[in-house]
């Protein structure tokens, strides 16, 4: 028999204004300053310091305007006036509590405040139209065609999408009718022309046939190309004896044709991407340094504008004030708009601090944990650490910590790397002392470095190396740490 309950929980729900928060402490320093210009462009009621004097020079006939102009679309939404008594103008009149938000970088000299030019180069497939509009014989739709395969390119240089996909979509977004054999030959006849040689490619094995294909002809070419034309999987999988009994040759030539292909790049998409990822500088989050034998910790804001609330709205509020007997219902509607657009910028000014402060609490709380590291530099005194020991120690919330290890990069003395490096599992030696996974990794690294690649050393051998060196590993993990490393199984290392 059904009853009906009366049941009360409680139950925890992030506002809209912390969810937002999130989202600003998860920013890169890049990304961050992108979402301030945003929010500049965006709320007429935010403006940078530096910006008042010009500010202050406008008229307050244009500035009505404009206000005026935003204010038709609300006034027309909103089904009931707003009454002027509801609206405590007085509140938003506090000069000592509005104009003095401003973005306080902690550890810093802002008399010595640069703002850092940022390097951008074209895109890859910008490079790529680049070439293909130097061919003469392409006509008008051929070019529009050969485009939008372009754009179909990722930065490795792999078309990935079926030829029958891209068919569709030319036709639904260019309304082009195009055949797939069309597809095909303005692909090889064209596309895989340009410069790196191996782009366009539907998968490695044509990448690299077409890379083969612009090389100077000879007999190691030419088993090379027989080598991957049809004998792919034997070479992907280092089954080498099969190779020479099937193709009937010695190791020696297959040592020749296998360098000839060796030589090839699988990725060509990423020389150009390389090279554009040089212009642009990794710009770290943080700067740790030593200074009289203590560490320093500074957050960089250098891009980042102080960010004021406009006088010009708070002047229009001081004037609805004293002339509050006289206020009309447009002139509520506007006083509705002008209180929506100050609290709007308040709070991402307040927003950015509390950023700075999560951002300073959890690195500096980072730092300490692991400041034997950060005076040494020695990886080998990296401790174990993971997000809930940060998290306790700070008093936030787990996940508050993996926005900032996930994103953020720290510039040290001893080079730049991203915060996340620094996590670690904990594990036990033979002598009882906890250590790092870190260091694990680390010997794994060296002993894989120095074995003989003719013979390669299997998971369970590092794992008894390990032990030997006073390690307790098993293989399994070594599996997993060298999976995590993204170094490949013994057979794969192997060479001829």
């Not at 998968?203 to 004998?231: G, P, R, W």
Request: aromatic share 8%; with cysteine; net charge positive.
């Amino acid at each position: 028999m059904l009853k009906q309950k009366l049941l009360q929980k409680g139950k925890q729900k992030l506002s809209p204004q912390q969810i937002k928060l999130m989202k600003l402490v998860q920013l890169s320093t890049l990304d961050f300053e992108q979402r301030v210009k945003q929010e500049l462009e965006e709320n007429p009621a935010l403006e940078m310091e530096e910006d008042l004097l010009n500010s202050i020079s406008i008229s307050e006939e244009e500035e009505n305007l404009d206000i005026s102009e935003n204010m038709t679309d609300l006034s027309e939404d909103q089904n009931s006036s707003i009454d002027s008594d509801e609206i405590n103008i007085d509140e938003y009149l506090s000069y000592d509590e509005i104009l003095d938000f401003k973005n306080n970088i902690p550890n810093q000299n802002h008399s010595e405040k640069k703002y850092i030019p940022i390097i951008s180069g074209i895109s890859f497939q910008e490079y790529l139209k680049n070439q293909l509009h130097t061919f003469r014989f392409l006509n008008k739709e051929d070019l529009l065609i050969s485009d939008f395969i372009i754009g179909n390119i990722d930065e490795n240089g792999y078309i990935r999408r079926p030829i029958p996909s891209i068919v569709d979509d030319i036709f639904l977004i260019l309304g082009i009718s195009v055949t797939e054999e069309k597809i095909e030959k303005l692909l090889s006849n064209y596309i895989q022309k340009l410069d790196p040689i191996g782009i366009g490619a539907r998968n490695l094995q044509e990448c690299i046939l077409i890379q083969l294909e612009n090389k100077k002809k000879s007999t190691d070419v030419f088993l090379a190309k027989n080598i991957i034309q049809n004998n792919f999987e034997f070479f992907t999988k280092k089954h080498y004896q099969k190779l020479q009994n099937k193709l009937g040759i010695t190791k020696k030539k297959l040592r020749k044709a296998i360098y000839q292909i060796e030589k090839l790049n699988p990725k060509p998409g990423k020389i150009y991407s390389e090279n554009t990822r040089n212009l642009n500088h990794l710009i770290p989050d943080f700067t740790i340094c030593i200074v009289e034998g203590k560490l320093e910790l500074s957050l960089n804001n250098i891009n980042t504008p102080e960010l004021k609330i406009s006088s010009i709205y708070l002047d229009m509020l001081k004037s609805y004030k004293y002339s509050k007997k006289n206020i009309k219902k447009n002139d509520n509607n506007t006083i509705f708009f002008i209180k929506q657009k100050i609290d709007s910028a308040k709070w991402f000014v307040e927003s950015i601090k509390q950023r700075q402060n999560t951002l300073m609490l959890t690195m500096n709380a980072i730092m300490d944990y692991q400041k034997e590291y950060f005076f040494t530099g020695d990886p080998y005194k990296i401790k174990p650490m993971i997000l809930k020991n940060i998290s306790q120690k700070i008093g936030v919330g787990i996940s508050t910590v993996s926005r900032v290890a996930n994103s953020k990069y720290v510039n040290t003395p001893y080079g730049t790397f991203l915060i996340k490096s620094f996590f670690s599992e904990k594990m036990i030696n033979k002598e009882g002392k906890e250590i790092s996974s870190i260091e694990i990794k680390k010997l794994l690294v060296e002993s894989i470095e120095k074995e003989n690649k003719k013979k390669p050393l299997t998971d369970e051998k590092l794992s008894k190396i390990l032990k030997k060196k006073g390690y307790i590993v098993a293989r399994r993990t070594v599996a997993k740490y060298r999976n995590q490393m993204k170094i490949s199984v013994s057979r794969m290392r192997k060479i001829l």
